[in-house]
């Protein structure tokens, strides 16, 4: 069974983290809400999301991929967090699946410097500046173990991108 952490921090737009986690649960992964903040996360709508763990709680090593919702200021919550964003660098050293969506493509992992070439984010100027040339107008773009996606809109295409790499089967 594949193991998926799915980071959200307050200020995470809910729809880009939840459909992940619900797409890779109805496809057979074990899949936890892993929160920066409290175990209570106050989305970006002030919808409160109940968190599996705490970033502390986990150990990186065993899962086999990370996914970070976007939304503002969910993603630069997420970036200022040094255990979040060194999980996500060793995740990407070991070559296992690194999603990003939304603003996370350019707050979490371009700020980190792990765009590897190709990228979608949020198009926003900051964010596609963030990103360089890397940026590439699209839903979703995967490249090697990254999978990047440029907002609510994608949330379903990036959560079946996700399933497709992982090599789960799923059936709607």
Known sequence: MKKIAVLFADGTEEIEGVTPVDILRRAGAECDIV???????????????????????INIDDYDGIVIAGGMPGATNISNCQKAVS????????GKLVGAICASPAVVLARHGLIKDKATCYPAPEFIKAL?????????????????????KSALKFAFEIVKWLGLDFNM
């Open 35 to 57: 929160s920066v903040n409290d175990r209570i996360i106050n989305g970006s709508h002030n919808i409160k999301i109940l968190a599996d763990k705490l970033i502390d709680e």
């Open 87 to 94: 999980d996500i660098t060793k995740a990407n050293e070991q």
């Open 132 to 152: 360089g040339d890397s940026y590439i107008e699209s839903d979703v773009v995967v490249c090697q173990n990254i999978i990047t996606a440029n907002g609510p």
